[in-house]
């Protein structure tokens, strides 16, 4: 019955997802309640993408110190099972604290490490940045921030080359 409740786990978040980027969904209260109803069922099942997606949304967006609480706690748990997406947000709630999970700028960067290293170019970008400026309880490195910046540039390289946005002939980045 294990194995049931998980595909129903994934069809509920499948639907959620579908509902969510609807472009009529901010218009119809209704079926909001009820993607957001669904983002919660399948987050409390353990769902990784809806821990993320359902956590990052509580977390910024939720009205209660309650729901940006249990929003952290949905990233945190996320980040632990291997979500590079909520590693980055883990290391950028550390970064700026909240009630339950006060500042803490090692832990901000050893989540940070992990998901530039998983591949998340916004997390290799603040690394080099706080390695220039000296941010994040770091002493001003060159070499890092350099290692982190082309670690982040690697990382936004295919996503530049697959836009439909860009002319076929591949251009300079500055």
Known sequence: MPQ???????????LAEQLFHMRWLPRSPRTQRLTMHLFQRCADAGHPAALSLYGH???HRG???QDKARGARYVL???HGGDVRAQYQVGCIYEHGCAQYPRRDDNAVTWYARAGEAGHPLAAERLADAYRKGE????????????????ADRQLEPALWSSPDLPDAPTARH
């Open 57 to 59: 949304m509580l977390f």
């Open 77 to 79: 748990e996320a980040a």
């Open 4 to 14: 049931a409740s998980s595909l129903f786990t994934r069809l509920e978040y499948r």
């Open 63 to 65: 009205v209660s110190p």
């Open 136 to 151: 994040l309880g770091l002493a001003v490195d060159a070499e890092q921030a350099a290692y982190w910046q082309s670690l």
